[in-house]
Protein backbone atom coordinates (compact mmCIF):
# COMPACT_ATOMS: atom_id res chain seq x y z
CA UNK A 1 0.00 0.00 0.00
CA UNK A 2 2.91 2.24 1.12
CA UNK A 3 4.50 1.66 -2.16
CA UNK A 4 1.07 2.75 -4.57
CA UNK A 5 1.21 5.96 -2.88
CA UNK A 6 4.72 7.06 -3.31
CA UNK A 7 4.41 6.43 -6.69
CA UNK A 8 1.12 7.64 -7.32
CA UNK A 9 2.85 11.06 -5.54
CA UNK A 10 5.74 10.42 -7.45
CA UNK A 11 3.56 10.49 -11.07
CA UNK A 12 1.39 13.40 -9.57
CA UNK A 13 4.33 15.18 -9.54
CA UNK A 14 6.50 14.65 -12.44
CA UNK A 15 3.93 12.80 -15.32
CA UNK A 16 0.51 13.83 -13.96
CA UNK A 17 -2.71 12.60 -15.35
CA UNK A 18 -6.05 14.56 -16.06
CA UNK A 19 -7.23 14.09 -12.64
CA UNK A 20 -3.91 14.97 -10.93
CA UNK A 21 -3.67 18.25 -12.96
CA UNK A 22 -7.29 18.88 -11.35
CA UNK A 23 -5.93 17.98 -7.87
CA UNK A 24 -2.83 20.17 -8.46
CA UNK A 25 -5.08 23.14 -9.94
CA UNK A 26 -7.22 22.77 -6.54
CA UNK A 27 -4.11 22.45 -4.13
CA UNK A 28 -2.53 25.89 -6.05
CA UNK A 29 -3.60 28.19 -3.15
CA UNK A 30 -1.86 25.82 -0.44
CA UNK A 31 1.21 26.64 -3.34
CA UNK A 32 1.23 30.08 -2.69
CA UNK A 33 1.49 29.74 0.95
CA UNK A 34 3.96 27.19 0.85
CA UNK A 35 6.39 30.08 -1.56
CA UNK A 36 4.94 32.88 1.01
CA UNK A 37 6.74 30.81 3.83
CA UNK A 38 9.95 30.11 1.75
CA UNK A 39 10.30 33.85 0.25
CA UNK A 40 9.87 34.94 3.72
CA UNK A 41 12.41 32.73 5.17
CA UNK A 42 15.06 33.46 2.74
CA UNK A 43 14.47 37.35 3.00
CA UNK A 44 14.91 37.34 6.98
CA UNK A 45 17.67 35.06 7.20
CA UNK A 46 20.98 36.34 8.16
CA UNK A 47 23.80 33.58 7.18
CA UNK A 48 26.58 32.88 9.35
CA UNK A 49 30.00 33.00 8.36
CA UNK A 50 32.17 29.46 9.73
CA UNK A 51 35.76 30.72 8.34
CA UNK A 52 35.54 28.08 5.83
CA UNK A 53 34.66 27.65 2.18
CA UNK A 54 30.89 26.26 2.04
CA UNK A 55 30.39 24.98 -1.26
CA UNK A 56 26.28 23.83 -1.58
CA UNK A 57 25.31 21.18 -4.69
CA UNK A 58 21.22 21.57 -4.69
CA UNK A 59 18.50 21.43 -6.62
CA UNK A 60 15.25 23.37 -6.54
CA UNK A 61 12.77 19.76 -7.36
CA UNK A 62 11.62 17.43 -4.96
CA UNK A 63 13.49 13.81 -5.81
CA UNK A 64 16.95 12.92 -7.72
CA UNK A 65 18.51 15.22 -9.77
CA UNK A 66 22.02 13.89 -9.48
CA UNK A 67 23.49 15.95 -6.27
CA UNK A 68 25.53 12.97 -4.68
CA UNK A 69 27.17 12.12 -7.69
CA UNK A 70 28.00 15.54 -8.83
CA UNK A 71 29.32 16.17 -5.11
CA UNK A 72 31.39 12.98 -5.83
CA UNK A 73 32.87 14.38 -8.77
CA UNK A 74 33.44 17.67 -7.94
CA UNK A 75 35.34 16.48 -4.50
CA UNK A 76 37.48 14.33 -6.43
CA UNK A 77 39.02 17.69 -7.81
CA UNK A 78 39.55 19.63 -4.62
CA UNK A 79 41.65 18.55 -1.08
CA UNK A 80 40.90 18.01 2.50
CA UNK A 81 37.23 18.15 1.68
CA UNK A 82 34.53 17.04 4.31
CA UNK A 83 31.03 16.34 2.54
CA UNK A 84 28.22 16.99 5.38
CA UNK A 85 24.51 15.56 4.39
CA UNK A 86 21.46 14.94 6.42
CA UNK A 87 21.66 11.31 6.14
CA UNK A 88 18.03 10.48 4.60
CA UNK A 89 16.90 6.94 5.07
CA UNK A 90 19.01 6.42 8.30
CA UNK A 91 18.21 4.80 11.73
CA UNK A 92 19.70 7.36 13.91
CA UNK A 93 19.51 11.30 14.55
CA UNK A 94 21.92 13.77 15.66
CA UNK A 95 25.75 13.90 13.90
CA UNK A 96 27.79 10.79 12.83
CA UNK A 97 30.99 10.52 11.33
CA UNK A 98 30.74 7.90 8.46
CA UNK A 99 34.47 7.90 7.22
CA UNK A 100 37.55 10.09 7.57
CA UNK A 101 40.29 9.87 5.05
CA UNK A 102 39.16 6.24 3.71
CA UNK A 103 38.34 4.79 7.29
CA UNK A 104 34.63 4.22 7.24
CA UNK A 105 33.36 4.53 10.88
CA UNK A 106 29.50 3.72 10.41
CA UNK A 107 27.35 1.12 8.68
CA UNK A 108 24.68 1.99 5.77
CA UNK A 109 21.71 1.74 8.39
CA UNK A 110 22.72 4.46 10.63
CA UNK A 111 23.96 6.90 7.84
CA UNK A 112 21.87 6.53 5.12
CA UNK A 113 22.67 4.86 1.56
CA UNK A 114 23.94 8.36 -0.05
CA UNK A 115 25.95 8.71 3.05
CA UNK A 116 27.55 5.46 2.63
CA UNK A 117 28.23 5.98 -1.37
CA UNK A 118 30.20 9.10 -0.61
CA UNK A 119 31.99 7.34 1.96
CA UNK A 120 33.12 4.62 -0.32
CA UNK A 121 33.42 7.01 -3.38
CA UNK A 122 35.97 9.40 -1.78
CA UNK A 123 38.77 7.94 0.12
CA UNK A 124 40.63 11.26 0.55
CA UNK A 125 37.61 13.30 1.65
CA UNK A 126 35.20 12.50 5.40
CA UNK A 127 31.97 12.13 5.02
CA UNK A 128 29.55 13.27 7.95
CA UNK A 129 25.99 13.14 8.22
CA UNK A 130 23.89 16.09 10.47
CA UNK A 131 20.38 17.16 10.65
CA UNK A 132 22.13 20.65 12.00
CA UNK A 133 23.97 21.21 8.72
CA UNK A 134 25.79 23.72 10.90
CA UNK A 135 26.93 21.22 13.63
CA UNK A 136 28.00 19.22 10.76
CA UNK A 137 30.27 22.03 9.26
CA UNK A 138 31.80 22.69 13.03
CA UNK A 139 33.25 19.51 12.86
CA UNK A 140 34.46 19.12 9.33
CA UNK A 141 36.78 21.79 10.65
CA UNK A 142 37.81 19.75 14.01
CA UNK A 143 38.33 16.82 11.24
CA UNK A 144 40.88 19.01 9.38
CA UNK A 145 38.53 20.06 6.47
CA UNK A 146 39.67 22.96 4.76
CA UNK A 147 36.16 23.00 2.12
CA UNK A 148 33.09 21.81 2.96
CA UNK A 149 30.46 20.57 0.56
CA UNK A 150 26.90 20.80 1.75
CA UNK A 151 24.97 17.86 -0.11
CA UNK A 152 21.68 19.69 -0.76
CA UNK A 153 22.30 22.56 0.70
CA UNK A 154 20.60 25.17 -0.98
CA UNK A 155 17.66 25.97 1.28
CA UNK A 156 20.29 26.32 4.09
CA UNK A 157 19.46 29.82 4.25
CA UNK A 158 21.66 30.23 7.36
CA UNK A 159 24.88 29.56 5.94
CA UNK A 160 26.90 31.73 4.29
CA UNK A 161 27.62 29.86 0.93
CA UNK A 162 28.49 29.34 -2.67
CA UNK A 163 25.54 27.87 -4.34
CA UNK A 164 25.15 25.55 -7.46
CA UNK A 165 22.07 24.68 -8.58
CA UNK A 166 21.81 21.52 -10.48
CA UNK A 167 18.92 22.17 -13.53
CA UNK A 168 17.22 18.62 -15.28
CA UNK A 169 17.48 18.74 -18.76
CA UNK A 170 13.80 17.39 -18.27
CA UNK A 171 11.39 20.46 -19.08
CA UNK A 172 8.87 20.39 -16.40
CA UNK A 173 5.13 21.28 -17.35
CA UNK A 174 4.45 22.14 -14.25
CA UNK A 175 6.19 24.88 -12.27
CA UNK A 176 4.14 25.27 -9.06
CA UNK A 177 6.16 24.85 -5.45
CA UNK A 178 4.42 21.93 -3.11
CA UNK A 179 1.80 20.31 -2.56
CA UNK A 180 0.55 21.66 -6.36
CA UNK A 181 3.75 20.57 -8.14
CA UNK A 182 7.65 19.14 -7.59
CA UNK A 183 9.34 22.50 -6.72
CA UNK A 184 10.53 22.93 -3.12
CA UNK A 185 11.35 26.62 -3.88
CA UNK A 186 9.97 28.87 -6.97
CA UNK A 187 11.68 28.11 -9.95
CA UNK A 188 12.59 31.73 -10.35
CA UNK A 189 15.09 31.22 -7.65
CA UNK A 190 17.65 29.64 -10.07
CA UNK A 191 18.55 33.02 -10.29
CA UNK A 192 19.87 32.99 -6.68
CA UNK A 193 22.36 30.39 -7.18
CA UNK A 194 25.97 31.51 -7.52
CA UNK A 195 26.08 28.76 -10.21
CA UNK A 196 23.88 27.12 -12.36
CA UNK A 197 24.62 23.52 -13.89
CA UNK A 198 22.27 22.34 -16.50
CA UNK A 199 22.55 18.41 -16.97
CA UNK A 200 24.17 17.98 -20.46
CA UNK A 201 25.97 21.48 -20.76
CA UNK A 202 27.47 21.90 -17.52
CA UNK A 203 27.57 18.21 -16.29
CA UNK A 204 27.00 14.97 -18.39
CA UNK A 205 26.29 11.60 -17.19
CA UNK A 206 28.29 8.22 -18.24
CA UNK A 207 27.03 4.92 -16.81
CA UNK A 208 28.57 1.12 -17.74
CA UNK A 209 27.45 -1.80 -16.37
CA UNK A 210 30.11 -3.52 -14.13
CA UNK A 211 29.66 -7.20 -13.47
CA UNK A 212 27.19 -7.70 -16.91
CA UNK A 213 25.62 -11.07 -16.88
CA UNK A 214 23.35 -12.94 -19.29
CA UNK A 215 20.17 -12.17 -17.47
CA UNK A 216 19.45 -9.56 -15.22
CA UNK A 217 16.63 -7.74 -13.53
CA UNK A 218 16.76 -4.00 -12.38
CA UNK A 219 16.07 -3.60 -8.65
CA UNK A 220 16.32 0.10 -7.33
CA UNK A 221 15.07 2.50 -4.93
CA UNK A 222 15.67 5.61 -6.56
CA UNK A 223 13.61 8.71 -7.13
CA UNK A 224 12.18 8.90 -10.63
CA UNK A 225 13.70 5.66 -11.51
CA UNK A 226 12.35 6.40 -14.97
CA UNK A 227 15.68 8.52 -15.08
CA UNK A 228 17.56 5.10 -15.92
CA UNK A 229 15.92 4.18 -18.49
CA UNK A 230 18.32 5.38 -21.29
CA UNK A 231 21.23 3.51 -19.69
CA UNK A 232 19.29 0.00 -19.46
CA UNK A 233 18.52 -2.25 -22.17
CA UNK A 234 14.75 -2.82 -22.98
CA UNK A 235 14.77 -6.54 -22.88
CA UNK A 236 15.80 -6.50 -19.23
CA UNK A 237 12.71 -6.48 -16.62
CA UNK A 238 12.44 -3.32 -14.03
CA UNK A 239 11.62 -4.10 -9.91
CA UNK A 240 10.92 -0.53 -8.74
CA UNK A 241 10.83 0.66 -5.25
CA UNK A 242 10.41 3.85 -3.49
CA UNK A 243 13.48 5.82 -2.50
CA UNK A 244 15.61 5.23 -0.09
CA UNK A 245 14.03 1.90 0.77
CA UNK A 246 15.39 -0.70 2.84
CA UNK A 247 15.96 -4.62 0.82
CA UNK A 248 15.56 -7.50 2.41
CA UNK A 249 18.05 -10.16 1.36
CA UNK A 250 15.13 -12.68 0.97
CA UNK A 251 12.79 -10.52 -1.57
CA UNK A 252 15.92 -9.80 -3.31
CA UNK A 253 16.25 -13.51 -3.77
CA UNK A 254 12.96 -13.68 -4.68
CA UNK A 255 12.67 -11.36 -7.72
CA UNK A 256 15.78 -13.12 -8.99
CA UNK A 257 13.69 -16.33 -9.29
CA UNK A 258 10.93 -14.94 -10.49
CA UNK A 259 12.44 -12.99 -13.41
CA UNK A 260 14.75 -16.56 -13.85
CA UNK A 261 17.72 -13.99 -13.32
CA UNK A 262 21.21 -14.15 -12.92
CA UNK A 263 22.29 -11.56 -11.06
CA UNK A 264 20.31 -8.11 -9.61
CA UNK A 265 21.42 -5.18 -11.87
CA UNK A 266 20.75 -2.19 -9.76
CA UNK A 267 22.78 1.65 -9.17
CA UNK A 268 25.75 2.13 -6.99
CA UNK A 269 23.68 3.84 -4.30
CA UNK A 270 21.14 1.12 -4.02
CA UNK A 271 23.66 -1.33 -4.06
CA UNK A 272 25.95 -0.46 -0.39
CA UNK A 273 22.78 -1.83 1.05
CA UNK A 274 22.99 -4.70 -0.35
CA UNK A 275 26.67 -5.53 -0.69
CA UNK A 276 26.54 -8.26 2.04
CA UNK A 277 23.52 -10.03 0.82
CA UNK A 278 24.30 -13.39 -0.84
CA UNK A 279 22.72 -12.44 -4.63
CA UNK A 280 25.01 -11.43 -7.11
CA UNK A 281 25.05 -7.98 -8.46
CA UNK A 282 25.30 -6.15 -11.56
CA UNK A 283 26.54 -2.55 -10.56
CA UNK A 284 25.02 0.61 -13.33
CA UNK A 285 28.01 2.40 -12.12
CA UNK A 286 27.51 6.60 -13.08
CA UNK A 287 30.56 9.07 -13.71
CA UNK A 288 29.44 12.68 -13.49
CA UNK A 289 32.38 14.85 -16.12
CA UNK A 290 31.76 18.67 -14.49
CA UNK A 291 32.95 21.54 -17.22
CA UNK A 292 35.90 22.98 -16.84
CA UNK A 293 34.17 25.89 -16.47
CA UNK A 294 32.36 24.95 -13.20
CA UNK A 295 35.15 24.07 -11.86
CA UNK A 296 37.55 26.89 -12.39
CA UNK A 297 34.09 29.27 -10.91
CA UNK A 298 34.35 26.65 -7.53
CA UNK A 299 37.92 26.61 -7.34
CA UNK A 300 38.19 30.86 -7.71
CA UNK A 301 35.35 31.00 -4.80
CA UNK A 302 37.86 28.55 -2.96
CA UNK A 303 40.88 30.74 -3.91
CA UNK A 304 39.68 34.03 -3.22
CA UNK A 305 37.67 32.94 -0.04
CA UNK A 306 39.70 34.57 2.63
CA UNK A 307 40.26 37.63 1.09
CA UNK A 308 36.08 38.34 0.35
CA UNK A 309 35.14 37.26 3.57
Not at 91 to 110: N, P, Y
Not at 217 to 239: C, D, G, H
Not at 242 to 268: C, G, M, W
Request: a positive charge.
Amino acid sequence: MKHRIYFWVERYLFNPNALQKFISFLLYPLSLIYCAFVTAKRRFAKPKNFGIPVISVGNLIVGGSGKTPFSIALAKELKDVAVVLRGYGRDSVGLIVVSQKGVIMSDVSKCGDEAMLLAKSLPQSSIIVSEDRALGIEKAKTLGAKVVILDDGFSQVDIEKFDILLRPSMVFENEFCLPAGPFREPSFYYKKADLVAVENVDFTREVKIINKTDRMVLVTAISRPQRLEKFVPQFIERVFFPDHYRFQERELAKIVREHNADSVLTTQKDAVKMENFRVDLSILALEIDISSNILERVKEYIANFGKIS
